[in-house]
C-alpha cells in the first residue's frame, strides 16, 4: 500500500513537471518575448568621426534594431503564440473559403503538411508564415542612448498572414514571370557554392529568394523555416509586393548583406546572417511541432551627435 502510494505521489510530480514543461514550450505568449532577446544582437559599435550639416561633428554609429517578429508553421491558421490563436484562425479561416471558391476544379496543394513521404524523399518543404510588428521595439531601443533619428513609425501589429495571400504564396501567379525570380533561381547555384548574395537575389547557403512562396527544397527543416521567413520579409518590405497580399508595409528596405536573424522558438539563439552556413548554427534547434519563431534586426548606420 506504502509502495502504491509512493508510486502514485513519484508519477503525479512527474507528471506535473511535464505538464509544466510542455506548457512552457507550446504556451508562448507576446509577454515571453522581451525575455528571450539576446541583447548581442544590439551589438551597438562606433565606427568613427563624421560631420554633419551645418557643420556639426558627430560620430557614426551601427547597431542592429529589432523591428518584425516572424513564425513559421506547418499547418494554414496555426500560430506559436497563444493569445493570437482567435486571431489568426479567423481570418485564415475566411481566406480558405475565397481561395476554394476561386480555385474550384484545379489540382492546388492545400497544405504543406510536413508528414507528406512526397516532400520529405524530395526534401521539399511548405510552411505558412506570420509577419508582426515586433512589439518590444521602443523598449528595446530605449536602452541605446545614441540611436539613429530616422526611426520607423509604430503602425499595425499584422503585417502579412501568407494564409492571406494563397494565390502567390502557394501558386505564384506572378511570381513565376518576375524577372528576379529567373535571375534568383541562375544564381542560386552559385550562391549555394560560395555563400556570396548578389543584392536580395538569394539567400546565400539556405537558396534562391525568388520566386518568394511558400515552398523551398532544403536538407534542414530548421532553414527552410528561415529562409521563408525572409521571403515573407521580402514581400511585405518596399522591395514591392508584386500581386502579393500584404496588411501593411514594413516600412524600410531589407538588406539580406547587413540585417540578422534571430531564432527564439523552439530554443534561442544568438545572431545568425541571412545565408550563414547552417553549420555553425543549425543543430539543435529542430522543432517538434513545426514552428518556428523569428526576430528581424534590421542594419543601422547613422551619424549622431
Known sequence: M???????????????F???????????EINDIFSLIDWNCLDLQVLGPCIRPPGVSGIIVMYWEPVLLIETVKRPGDTVIGSLAPVISNLTTEAAGKFSSQVTGLSIPASGGSNSSKLEETN????EVHVYEFPFRDEVMSFIDIQCPDKLPTGSFVKYLSEL??????????E?????????????????????????????LWGATYP????????SEVV???ACAVRAISISSLL?????????????????????????????????????????????KLSSNGKYLWVYWRRRICCVF
Open 176 to 204: 513565376v514571370i518576375n524577372p528576379k525570380s529567373i535571375a534568383s533561381m541562375a544564381a542560386a547555384p552559385l550562391c549555394g557554392l560560395t555563400g556570396s548574395i548578389p543584392g536580395d537575389l538569394c539567400m546565400g
Open 124 to 127: 521539399l518543404q511548405f510552411n
Open 2 to 16: 506504502m509502495m502504491n502510494l509512493r508510486f502514485r505521489k513519484a508519477f503525479s510530480i512527474a507528471f506535473l
Open 165 to 174: 495571400d494563397f494565390l502567390e504564396w502557394r501558386i505564384g501567379v506572378l
Open 224 to 226: 527552410g523555416s528561415a
Open 18 to 28: 511535464i505538464f509544466l514543461l510542455v506548457g512552457r514550450v507550446y504556451a508562448l
Open 212 to 219: 518568394r512562396r511558400g515552398f523551398i527544397t532544403h536538407q
Open 240 to 284: 514591392g509586393s508584386m500581386g502579393h497580399v500584404v496588411l501593411e508595409e514594413a516600412g524600410f528596405i531589407p538588406s539580406f548583406e547587413g540585417d540578422k536573424l534571430e531564432l527564439i522558438y523552439p530554443v534561442v539563439s544568438g545572431p545568425i546572417s541571412i545565408g550563414e552556413n547552417p553549420v555553425f548554427w543549425e543543430s539543435g
